[in-house]
């Protein structure tokens, strides 16, 4: 089995105040990525949606070794790396022109029923034969828990609308780490950058919900981002930033 490989460039209307790719427009290709690759398996939006079948993703991690700017035409590359029982994982690289890695990210996706949103524990849509022995971080995607002794703060909260909500009626991925970098502010924005995430996606979110979002870091200067719909945890999130030194 072949990897699926796009090139993408980066568009003004993906970038932020520094000419780089916004970490939600990041993930949104990545996204777009995985449709794409799901569909050379064959079990894309256009085979599941008529089984009353969609992918949703449980986990993701990306590191970031230099972020995309303006202009640069990159390569993505992704590809089917396992399944384990009702998991299968999905990785990325994301290469400059010259060939220099960028961004490398996994992820944890699962088929759920578009009607009773629930997880086919037994389904098998994808041959062994299909996935590419290549590991893009030393570990799996493992599930994501908050340390005790963060002391989680209320920073607002986010009601769900029309631009959040994607085809499988629900709040898009992609639109969860534009609440999260909201946080941030411009100030500590304009000194730091991202460069590791890792999300847990929980629960369904969906039109008219409000998330109220905490936020609490560790003595390492780790941030944890968590998203509750009342006394529902939705999605954790574990973000490593760096200095941004111009």
Not at 120 to 135: G, P, Q, Y
Not at 157 to 163: A, P
Not at 206 to 226: A, K, P, Q, Y
Request: aromatic residues 10%; contains cysteine; negative net charge.
């Amino acid at each position: 089995m072949e990897k699926c490989v796009r090139k993408i460039k980066v568009d003004s209307y993906d970038t932020d105040f520094r000419a780089e790719i916004k970490p939600h427009c990041l993930q949104n290709h990545l996204q777009e990525m995985a449709y794409i690759g799901s569909s050379m398996l064959g079990v894309g939006f256009n085979t599941l949606n008529p089984m009353k079948l969609f992918w949703a993703i449980l986990r993701l991690h990306i590191r970031i070794d230099r972020m995309p700017k303006w202009g640069e035409e990159l390569t993505f590359s992704t590809w089917h790396r396992k399944q384990s029982g009702p998991l299968y994982t999905r990785n990325f690289t994301v290469t400059s022109e010259n060939t220099e890695m960028m961004v490398r990210a996994s992820t944890v996706w699962t088929i759920m029923n578009i009607e009773s949103r629930g997880v086919d524990r037994h389904l098998k849509l994808v041959n062994d034969s299909m996935a590419i022995d290549e590991d893009v971080f030393e570990n799996d995607c493992i599930k994501l828990t908050i340390p005790h002794d963060i002391n989680m703060e209320p920073r607002g909260e986010h009601r769900i609308v029309y631009s959040d909500i994607d085809v499988n009626r629900h709040a898009n991925n992609a639109m969860y780490l534009s609440w999260v970098f909201d946080l941030f502010g411009m100030d500590y924005m304009s000194k730091h950058r991202l460069h590791d995430i890792q999300m847990q996606y929980a629960h369904e979110i969906h039109e008219g919900d409000t998330v109220s979002l905490l936020m609490g870091t560790n003595s390492e200067g780790i941030w944890f981002i968590r998203g509750n719909v009342g006394d529902i945890n939705c999605f954790t999130a574990r973000i490593e930033m760096e200095e941004a030194l111009e």
